[in-house]
């Protein structure tokens, strides 16, 4: 019975760390019609998208689309990847967890309309 326990014990405390997995920020900034930051390289994992609203002048927000999916189109956006909230100018806002998988996804924002950018994921 204590093999068993310790056993049960082990199983649980390894699922418990797999979804404790780090969390981390992925920081966007937008000026009028453009990101600041025009492509970006990061590792598999789970990201908060924080976006930074510098003096644009209108609400601004975040759309992420897996390069090659019609990005027009909202059901083809990874919808986590949302800010919460529409920016204001001189705010931040942060998306939901995202996690990416290995691949080429296309950022941008519709409201301050900017150019697609690419986000690479290794």
């Known amino acids: ?39 970006i390289t990061v590792s598999e994992g789970t990201y908060v998208f924080a976006v930074a609203n ?28 949302y800010v919460t909230k529409a920016v204001a100018t001189g705010k931040v806002e942060n998306s939901k967890p995202t996690t990416l998988a290995k691949g080429e996804y296309l950022y941008f924002c519709p409201l301050n309309p900017t150019p697609q950018y690419t986000l690479t994921v290794e």
Not at 4 to 29: D, G, R, S, Y
Not at 54 to 80: C, F, M, R, W, Y
């Open 1 to 39: 019975m204590k093999k068993v326990l310790a056993i049960l014990v082990f199983v649980l405390a390894f699922t418990f760390n797999a979804q404790a997995q780090e969390v981390k920020t992925i920081a966007l900034e937008q000026t009028k019609g453009e990101f600041t930051q025009k492509s």
């Open 54 to 81: 510098n003096n644009v002048g209108k609400d601004v927000g975040l759309v992420l689309v897996k390069k090659g999916a019609d990005a027009s189109k909202p059901e083809n956006h990874i919808q986590t990847a």
